[in-house]
């Protein structure tokens, strides 16, 4: 198997480094009083939909060094399928497909579902999550930032 280089766009956080700060100030704060496991599940999850190596690769890692399983992190991708995943993660699991899917909407069942097992703040913190990785996702996707590089 012959792997294919390709080249990074451009090092965003060189380029442009007050924007790069302020993303990581808001990564930052949205992670507060998440659970580190659901944070990086949920991190996975959106990266995967929007197709960033660079994040899948990270956030994978991180997941593993937070207790992560290798079953849990291999079975994300259907997490729907999977009976693996809490009642309370398949929520954060749906919202951060429906936020991360934004054209097709957040749908009040898929809402409702979330505030079912967060509660207003800790949900508040998981939306900011989501939004902030879609941010992350979308950088590095764009700048073609290659996995396992810093």
Not at 25 to 38: E, F, H, I, K, Y
Not at 56 to 73: L, P
Request: net charge negative; glycine share 2%.
């Amino acid at each position: 198997m012959t792997t294919v280089h390709i080249p990074e766009r451009m090092d965003f956080s060189r380029v442009a480094p007050r924007v790069f700060k302020a993303v990581l100030a808001l990564d930052a704060a949205a992670r507060a009083g998440l659970d580190p496991v659901l944070l990086e599940l949920v991190q996975i999850r959106a990266s995967q939909l929007n197709r960033c190596a660079y994040c899948i690769d990270y956030h994978t890692s991180d997941a593993r060094k937070a207790g992560e399983t290798e079953e849990r992190v291999n079975q994300l991708n259907a997490w729907e399928e999977s009976s693996l995943y809490t009642a309370k993660e398949r929520a954060a699991l749906a919202l951060t497909e429906a936020v991360t899917l934004l054209p097709q909407g957040v749908s009040d069942a898929v809402y409702d579902q979330a505030a079912l097992h967060f509660e207003d703040a800790e949900l508040a913190q998981l939306i900011a999550l989501i939004f902030t990785v879609n941010a992350w996702n979308r950088m590095n996707v764009t700048t073609r930032k290659t996995p396992g590089t810093e």
